[in-house]
Structures are given as C-alpha cells and as structure tokens.
Nanobody, 121 residues
Framework: QVQLVESGGGLVQPGGSLRLSCAAS????????MAWYRQAPGKQRELVAQ???????YYTHSVEGRFTISRDSSKNTAYLQMNSLAPEDTAVYYC???????????????WGQGTQVTVSS
C-alpha cells in the first residue's frame, strides 16, 4: 500500500532546471525523513539530498548550492528543485522515505520507482 511516485524528470539542456516531485501515500508523512538518491549507468546509487521530519537538510557536495530539497506536509510530497544542471547530473533519481520507530530500535524505509533526468545539449 505504500507508494512513492516520482515525477518531473525529463530532458534538459546544460544550465537548465527541473523540479522533481515525490508523492507519498500509505505512510505517516510527517514522521518520515525524505531523500533523493540518484544512480547513473554503471554507478552506485548515491544520496543527493535529504530533509528530515524536522526540516534539517543535507546535500552532497556536488549539488550544494544548485539543488534544493523541500517538503509540503499538506500534499505529502517532497520536492527537489534542480538548477544549473550539468551532464554529470544525468541519472535516474529515486525518492526515499525513512522512519525510525519503536524508540529507535527499528527503521522503516521505502523507495520510489525512479524518474529519468537527462542533461544534454
């Protein structure tokens, strides 16, 4: 029943922008940390950005200053605003939700199916 559905990917020229959305259902959104990962062909999946349930944000160095992660509790949706895109940003971007429950003894996490982002001229 849990679903994370990404949208907003596509083809964009270098220097352009995209906004990814992750619509969550089947979870208590407010208690989950949300994150965006990406995976390029032949590469391991890497954490791009995360935003905790309390609003703390983290960005990997390569995207800091260009990407912004946010969340809208009224829509149960997380976003990734991507500006100044470069070819090295090309990857499948995945939404991730994680919650620590039972006094920190258990972790629940879920993945979306991914959305393709291609940066090319």
């Amino acid at each position: 029943q849990v679903q994370l559905v990404e949208s907003g990917g596509g083809l964009v020229q270098p220097g352009g922008s995209l906004r990814l959305s992750c619509a969550a259902s089947g979870i208590i959104f407010s208690v989950y940390d949300m994150a965006w990962y990406r995976q390029a062909p032949g590469k391991q999946r890497e954490l791009v950005a995360q935003i905790t349930s309390s609003g703390y944000t983290y960005y990997t160095h390569s995207v800091e200053g260009r990407f912004t992660i946010s969340r809208d509790s009224s829509k149960n949706t997380a976003y990734l605003q991507m500006n100044s895109l470069a070819p090295e940003d090309t990857a499948v971007y995945y939404c991730h939700a994680k919650a620590t429950i039972f006094a920190g003894t258990r972790v629940l996490d879920y993945w979306g199916q991914g959305t393709q982002v291609t940066v090319s001229s």
